[in-house]
Structures are given as C-alpha cells and as structure tokens.
C-alpha cells in the first residue's frame, strides 16, 4: 500500500474514518470570523472543486480547502503540457481552466455546500480586469456554500495574470473596488515576483483586506533538449514546491513585519516542520499544494505532525506559535544583504 494511505492508527484515509481534528483541540484556530478545525487547507488549483478529493481524504476534517480559480467567462486553459517535474518540485500551466461563474455555482458550489459542514472553503478568483474580479464577486456573493474569496492576482502562466499583483496602485484600486462588493473574507493571493512583498501586504491592509495569502508560483521553465523547445505548452509557468519554500516563509514573514493582517501559508509544504517555519514567521493557516500530488494524505499527516509537535513542546494553543519567530538579537535588515 502507498505510504500515505495508511495510517498509525491502523485506519485509512479511503473510508474517511479519520478524525484528526477531534483530537486537537490545541489546533482549532479562530480566525476570518470562523472556527478552522485544523490549520491547515488545501491549495488553489491541487484540489480541484473538493469532490476530487473526497474520496482520498477525509475533507471535512482538515481546515478546508481552496477551490481551482473561477473567472467570469468559463476558459479552456493553455494547451500541453501543463505540467512537468522539476528539480524540487514541479512547473505548471494549467492557464486557469475552468467552467467560469455560472458553471462554478450550478456544477461545483452545490456538492461543497453538501458535503463540507466544519472545513470552510475559499473561492479563488481571477479576473482580466477589475471589472471581471468584481463581477466575480458580486456574482458569487448571495450564494451559500463558501466562507470567502481568495482573490488571486498572482498566477504567472496566464497573461496578464501578475498585472495586479505587481502594480501597488493596481492592487490598491482592485482591492478597495472588491471591499465595496462583499462583507465576506476578502484574502489576497501574493505573489513573490515583487522587490518587497511587504509593501504588497500593508497597501492590501489599508485598501481594506481581511487576509493574505503568501505565496503563488514563481515563473519558470523547462527546456525539451531533444526537440530544442520550451517543454511547456505555454513555454513557461509557474514552479511550486519544496524548492520554494524558502521564499514562502521569508515572504510570510515579510508580511507579518509590516502588516496586521491573518496570513495563510503557501509554497513547498510537504510536513509538519515545513508547516511550523510559515506558523513561526507567521501564518495561522496553512494550504498544502504540490504535495498532496505525491500524497494525496499530505494534508492530514502534516495535521498530526503539528499536533504531536504541540505535545512534545508543551503548547497547549498552536495561535501561541504564530508568528513566535525569535529575532536575534541585532539581528540583521529584513531585506537580505548582497
Ligand atoms: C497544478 C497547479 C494549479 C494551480 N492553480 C492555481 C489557481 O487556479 N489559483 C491560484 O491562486 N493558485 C494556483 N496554484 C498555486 C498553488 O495554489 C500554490 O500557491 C503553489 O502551488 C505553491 O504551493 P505548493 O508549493 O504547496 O504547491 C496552482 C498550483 C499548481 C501546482
């Protein structure tokens, strides 16, 4: 059997027999005006519409989930490949593909309001123009079923797809214009192609967000040495991944440094102790993406692994780790040195 399916205690995944986040009340985290049963979700764009996944894991007991994005207009995505594996992780360029607003709400919405009662879902969003984000919004925004929107101007094999992510007066516009759309949780996707993410954060804290979301991709490419071409159909795309961890957790922090606002930690999480360097620089939630391709159970192991890491330290509350980083003393500027 793979690995991941089975568990220490002899139950499987399979059945959905598992109830992690019982039996970690340390790891509820109240957060977005919810209660998350477990810190930890499931990203954008790995997890398809949940019901992809509802047979692998048992969904409504980890924290939640992200759904793949939804745009006004239904889209097709770019052409093969749109994915390969890369050194320490993998590049994609799905291109967004997906059934667009009205199909998310007749043919995805309705099983995640049946079927997740205590994990809470994010819609992701995306949008050519402010005008399609807002439209998105505004669309979705008398529908049950989901918590809030995960505005996502950081997907970087789209064209387009960085432009608000990239330009503080943009993001700024976009993100006042969608606070005027919805009082639901308006969290907004980073991106790391950007000098400082930091200044990213605090404009997205004083346009009127309620969260973040660090990190998106990193554009990249794959070379096809035989056919001498971009092995991507879109040439390139964006590398996720544990080879970039390393600049999710700085870009975590860099957020926590100048700005208030709840962040949930994205980028090259495979376990409990990749998790715990995001809570540390400070995230109070974290979003599995990659991994859960090579373990469908990612999610639920990398729970367990934060729990017994409360025990084995005496924490009884994981919200006293967020953030808890311990600056040296004199310790050097935020931006690393040349
Ligand atoms: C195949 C694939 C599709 C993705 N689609 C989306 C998407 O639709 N919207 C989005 O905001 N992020 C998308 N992402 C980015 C992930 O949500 C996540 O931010 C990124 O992969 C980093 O996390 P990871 O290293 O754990 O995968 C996608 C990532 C992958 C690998």
């Known amino acids: 059997m793979h690995r991941g399916l089975r568990l220490p205690g002899g139950g499987t995944r399979l059945g959905g027999d598992l109830t992690p986040a019982a039996s970690s009340p340390g790891l509820v985290q109240r957060v977005f005006g919810a209660e998350f049963p477990s810190p930890v979700l499931l990203a954008s764009g790995t997890c398809g519409y949940g019901q992809e996944y509802a047979d692998l894991i048992p969904l409504d007991e980890i924290g939640g989930l992200v759904t793949k994005a939804v745009s006004l207009e239904p889209r097709p995505g770019n052409p093969p490949h749109r994915v ?57 925004d008398g529908e049950d079923g989901f918590l ?3 505005i996502n101007v950081s997907c970087p094999n789209v ?31 980073l ?18 967000a309620d969260g973040l979301s660090a990190i998106n991709t990193f554009p990249g490419m794959v070379v096809d040495i035989g056919r001498r071409e971009p092995l991507i159909g879109n040439k390139s795309g964006g590398v996720s991944g544990p080879a970039i961890l390393p600049m999710g957790v700085y870009a975590t922090w860099r957020a926590r440094q100048t700005c208030g606002l709840p962040i949930m930690g994205i980028g090259g999480i495979r376990n409990a102790d990749d998790a715990l360097q995001y809570i540390l620089a400070g995230a109070c939630l974290v979003q599995i993406g990659t991994a859960s391709f090579v373990d469908p159970g990612a999610a639920v192991d990398v729970h367990e692994g934060i729990s017994k890491y409360l025990e084995a330290n005496g924490v009884a509350r994981l919200e006293d780790l967020v953030g808890a980083l311990q600056a040296r003393p004199g310790a050097g500027p935020a931006i690393p040195a040349g």
């Open 84 to 140: 390969a594996e890369t050194p320490g992780g993998m590049i994609n360029a799905i291109g967004l593909e997906n059934p667009g607003l009205h199909g998310f709400i007749a043919e995805k919405l309705p099983w995640l309001r049946e079927h997740l009662r205590r994990a809470h879902v994010f819609v992701n969003v995306v949008g050519h123009s402010a005008e399609d984000f807002a439209a998105v919004v505004r669309g979705l």
């Open 159 to 189: 064209k387009g797809g960085t432009m608000f992510g990239t330009d503080e007066r943009a993001l700024a516009d976009l993100v006042v214009r969608l606070r005027g759309c919805t009082e639901r949780p308006l969290v907004i996707k």
């Open 191 to 208: 991106t790391p192609n950007v000098p400082d993410v930091g200044d990213f954060a605090r404009i997205c804290e004083e346009a009127g």
């Open 148 to 150: 809030g929107y995960e």
